[in-house]
């Protein structure tokens, strides 16, 4: 089985990547059943649901419980599907083809975070008092980790939980903060320091006495979608409704983070495809100087860079959720800690979920953002739908720990995995020191093969910078943020890179040449590799100092030398932009 983060010391090819081209026709047929629901039956009333319609948000919910779309991860011997990730992946972006970020708040929040918690940490009881109703639509979930004085720092919940006398509930008091679905749920996934110490999950009914649901926030974006407080005061929750151990309610909030994180880059992915054919329809409308606008070479730019975005995301989104799958898969369902390994086997991958939500929202955001800018001045208002896509995603970058404190877990991850050798960085490092005496990277592969060298180079610039920051700081370099956060751009940046080339490649050994494909995994390892090295210079001009300053920018400069690909990026750019016109939306 592959290690989380081994894309970074294994060779491109090295083994074969699960991709969206791979889905099977069962995992095709459950997303077409959710993109005919998604256009069909939440895009028609996205106005409606806009103005904060509980009732039509319900109805529709309990639609899709109908559909089966609010249980794929729900074992079957509790009315649910047990479906794998990348089938969930698949429904999660799909729906959010609906244009309506605010009824995707409410799915997402529900099928995901407020429901995961009890399949994966619940006891039996739990599991089937709860998870039918759940998986059914009758009830609505949500999620309580979030306090007004404790929001990425979680385990500073201020919220208590102590043990009645007569010993069959817990007492909890404190307040929750921006709840998703907040007046609207009926159970909420709650986290409470047990005598003030123990940070633990419970499950509360939302009918319980003491429980206040505070006014919905006056939002930028999402305004159909429920955002409240949730007051506790002296609720009695039922001892029964205490989730998993006392005190180890992190392993559930940072687990149950991990999975919402690759679930958020599937809906940002649908979004942006989205985005995509809502502005090319527009751009090929709109004339002006006698053209349709679409034509002008700054626009083909702008579509071109939208689609290489998306292609990107797309391809790291199902190459994780595929590897998850994978390992989920070797898991023995009689096992008796079979949830316990499940969590372990999600929690492999917590690397590359945090990349795909990093690369994710940040490529959403600005493919709506040029999506905006190709409307104009109709961009702007909020007749036409640009406006309220980018009001939405802004809060993506929030949304499953912010942007930033994701790029401390990335680097922070392989800063563990290289000190424990958990990964043969080390060993890699090493090896790479014979490319500044002179040698060289061989590709057996044709395909791509110039960008596939690049990519090499650029993993080695990567673990290059990586190793001369360890040098410096030792484990005090989690303290170095700016360097930390520079050090997870290069290596999700790589990773992209890597999952691109290895998806086209697979297409096109399987499949007849086809340009378009080729011409995105170029124009994006260009891109990327360029990027590399710009901030490999930047973090090396911050670690080294005088003539070792001196040797690290010479060695930069001849590993970055293979990553300067010939290619004329304006002429790829215009002729994926003319395929785009040619099929009139997102083509692949």
Not at 89 to 97: F, M, Q, T
Not at 124 to 137: D, F, I, R, T
Request: glycine letters at 8%.
């Amino acid at each position: 089985m592959a290690v989380g983060g081994s894309f970074i010391v294994q060779p491109i090819g090295s083994r074969t990547i699960f991709t969206v081209d791979d889905i099977s026709e069962e995992q095709k047929e459950i997303a077409r059943i959710a993109k005919e629901f998604a256009k069909e039956q939440i895009l028609p009333k996205k106005k409606e649901i806009e103005q904060l319609n509980p009732e039509l948000t319900r109805k529709l919910m309990r639609e899709l419980g109908e559909l089966g779309m609010l249980s794929i991860d729900i074992p079957e011997e509790y009315d649910g599907l047990g479906l794998d990730k990348v089938t969930s992946a698949l429904v999660n972006e799909k729906i959010a083809l609906s244009e309506s970020g605010s009824f995707m708040v409410t799915f997402s929040a529900h099928s995901g975070i407020a429901t995961l918690p009890i399949v994966l940490f619940g006891t039996e009881e739990q599991k089937k008092k709860y998870l039918p109703k759940l998986g059914s639509g009758e009830w609505i979930g949500s999620y309580g980790l979030t306090e007004p004085g404790a929001g990425t720092d979680a385990l500073a919940a201020k919220t208590t939980a102590v043990l009645s006398e007569d010993g069959k509930s817990y007492i909890l008091n404190g307040t929750k903060q921006f709840i998703s679905n907040g007046s609207w749920c009926q159970t909420l996934i709650c986290y409470a320091k047990i005598n003030g110490e123990q940070f633990t999950g419970f499950i509360i009914n939302m009918d319980l006495p003491g429980v206040e649901r505070g006014p919905e926030e006056k939002k930028m974006g999402y305004k159909g979608s429920s955002t409240t407080s949730v007051i506790l005061n002296d609720v009695h929750v039922p001892v029964e409704d205490l989730l998993g151990i006392p005190g180890k309610g992190h392993h559930i909030a940072f687990n149950i983070l991990n999975i919402g994180r690759y679930k958020l880059g599937a809906a940002v992915l649908g979004a942006s495809k989205a985005a995509i054919d809502e502005s090319v329809k527009y751009a090929l409308e709109r004339r002006q100087f006698g053209q349709p606008i679409a034509y002008f070479d700054a626009i083909k730019s702008k579509f071109a860079n939208m689609i290489v975005r998306t292609y990107d995301l797309e391809s790291i989104l199902y190459r994780t959720v595929g590897d998850i799958d994978t390992a989920v898969s070797q898991v023995d369902p009689k096992a008796d800690n079979y949830y316990r390994q499940i969590v372990s086997a999600i929690e492999t991958y917590a690397t590359e979920a945090s990349m795909t939500k990093v690369f994710g929202t940040e490529a959403h955001w600005l493919t709506a953002d040029d999506g905006l800018q190709i409307f104009g001045g109709y961009g702007f208002t909020e007749e036409y739908p640009m406006a309220a896509m980018v009001r939405d995603t802004r809060v993506d970058r929030i949304f499953e720990g912010t942007n930033e404190i994701n790029r401390q877990i990335i680097t922070g991850h392989f800063l563990k995995k290289a000190l424990t050798e958990e990964l043969p960085i080390r060993d890699k490092i090493k090896a790479n020191e014979h490319l500044l005496n002179g040698g060289t990277i061989r590709i057996d592969s044709e395909i791509l093969r110039p960008e596939k060298i690049a990519l090499e180079y650029a993993k080695a610039i990567t673990l290059y910078v990586f190793n001369e920051s360890i040098i410096r700081y030792g484990q005090s370099l989690r303290h170095e943020q700016q360097l930390m956060e520079i050090l997870a751009d290069m290596f999700t940046d790589v990773y992209v890179i890597d999952s691109v080339l290895a998806r086209v490649s697979q297409y096109v050994e399987k499949n007849d040449y086809e340009s378009i494909r080729m011409h995105i995994a170029q124009i994006g390892t260009a891109q990327k590799t360029q990027r590399i090295a710009a901030n490999a210079r930047t973090a090396l001009l911050a670690i080294e100092t005088d003539h070792e300053l001196d040797k690290a920018l010479a060695d930069l400069e001849i590993l970055s030398r293979p990553t300067n690909l010939r290619l004329n990026l304006f002429q790829l750019r215009r002729e994926l932009a003319d395929t785009l016109y040619e099929h009139g939306k997102y083509m692949l």
